[in-house]
């Protein structure tokens, strides 16, 4: 089977994106696995999959594999690279396009300038629902947000549990560039607090309306960006009185721009690149 492809990235988080409405796609977990690998596939952090819709009121369905192959919910630089993409190809006439995910519907728009704005939705603070399994746990409260305490070995460390769509755990560290992502993002991904694992934010105040993120994200490693990672931190640093909207997100390939009114009835927008890298055909 050959299946055509582009190679694209969103602040360095890479992606392979398939048109699914143009090819048929039927793929196992394994051959998911094998196109995002690095050395005997195309290599990607993620897949992004472009679907006709179910629902008669979106324009497209987008479906996410991580590295591991497995399916995932959201993926935020993916949905500024899904917008792009169907824009290049000609799937759509139109700039601000509506998108079916597990997760629900999003809204990406390409602007002007080519830089690409999300909709993600609101967060999800009910922690029962991100999931995260706090019984027996007591809270720390900061501003408005709790804090849960994960035992990680001989360390406990004070975290966010937030959803934008995929579970993340949040927390603050003084320099994120000598935060212990490697060693504690496994670790964390895994904690059996999380039934669904979860992605390891790991976030460095700058200022009010600038932030340092590294995420450990799950079924991927570490990626240069993650969108709805810098979602959930400044989710997350507004809720504790650390930061002030928009807010911008300095990642290791990267910048975006987070805005928030605050509220959780608030939908969270991203503003970010959307770039690509090159077209190609894989034989699976």
Excluded at 208 to 229: D, K, P, Q, S, Y
């Amino acid at each position: 089977m050959k299946l055509k492809f582009t190679k694209m990235h969103g602040a360095g988080n890479d992606f392979v994106v398939i048109d699914a409405i143009n090819q048929q796609v039927d793929l196992s977990t394994a051959q998911w696995k094998r196109i995002a690998d690095r050395r005997f596939g195309i290599g990607a952090d993620q897949i992004l999959v472009v679907e006709k819709p179910r629902s008669h009121n979106v324009d497209f369905r987008y479906r996410i594999f991580n590295a591991d192959g497995g399916e995932v919910e959201q993926c935020g630089n993916g949905a500024r690279a899904f917008v792009r993409f169907v824009v290049d190809k000609g799937l759509t006439n139109k700039h601000a396009i509506r998108v079916e995910t597990q997760a629900g519907v999003i809204e990406p728009r390409l602007e002007a300038d080519g830089q690409v704005t999300v909709d993600m939705g609101a967060p999800v603070l009910d922690v029962e629902k991100v999931p995260f399994h706090a019984q027996g746990l007591e809270p720390l409260m900061e501003g408005r947000e709790q804090l849960w305490p994960l035992v990680l070995g001989h360390r406990t460390v004070w975290v966010s549990a937030i959803s934008m769509g995929n579970p993340h755990a949040v927390q603050v560290v003084a320099d994120v560039e000598s935060a212990p992502v490697s060693s504690e993002g496994p670790a964390i991904e895994h904690h059996p607090r999380f039934p669904k694992r979860v992605n390891a934010g790991f976030m460095q105040v700058l200022h009010r309306n600038r932030i340092a993120l590294r995420v450990f994200e799950r079924g991927a490693g570490e990626t240069l960006a993650c969108g709805t990672g810098a979602c959930a931190a400044v989710v997350a640093g507004i809720r504790r009185g650390l930061l002030d909207s928009p807010v911008t997100v300095q990642t290791r390939g990267g910048e975006l721009v987070i805005a928030w009114d605050g509220e959780g009835i608030d939908p969270v927008t991203m503003t970010g690149p959307a770039v690509s890298v090159f077209d190609g055909e894989i034989t699976l």
